[in-house]
């Protein structure tokens, strides 16, 4: 079982700048991609940014477009993730996840999750 230690959020105002970091331990060989998730109230899930564990090649979403920063320690266990010029639409629950490949990051396709951290972006 996968399990997750999530830290960052909490409440930011617009356009300021967010540090997520996740570190997760029991993954195996199909959780070739980590990152993240994020959950809106009333909206789907939505896969925001991935890194692959194989080649730290990234995935990531057109709301997340040149405004991200991601990155993988050396043991391929822990991501670091930026995202600055924050709006009012960046509001939700962020968790951070696994999946089998960036492709499925993308396809919201995600293997394992963490307990999710509350992001809230205030005017």
């Known amino acids: 079982e996968v399990q997750f230690v999530e830290s960052g959020g909490g409440l930011v105002q617009t356009g300021g700048s967010l540090r997520l970091s996740c570190a997760a331990s029991?993954?195996?060989?199909?959780?070739?991609?980590i990152g993240w998730f994020r959950q809106a109230p009333g909206k789907e899930r939505e896969g925001i940014l991935c890194?692959?564990?194989?080649?730290?090649?990234?995935y990531y979403a057109n709301s997340m477009k040149d405004r991200f920063t991601i990155s993988i320690d050396s043991a391929k266990k822990t991501v670091y993730s930026e995202i600055s010029r924050l709006k009012t639409e960046d509001t939700g629950v962020y968790y951070c996840?696994?999946?089998?490949?960036?492709?499925?990051?993308?396809?919201?396709?995600?293997?394992?999750w963490g307990q999710g951290i509350q992001v809230t972006v205030t005017s």
């Open positions: 996840t696994t999946a089998t490949s960036l492709v499925a990051c993308w396809q919201n396709k995600f293997r394992s």
């Open positions: 890194i692959s564990r194989e080649d730290n090649t990234n």
């Open positions: 029991g993954l195996t060989a199909d959780d070739r991609a």
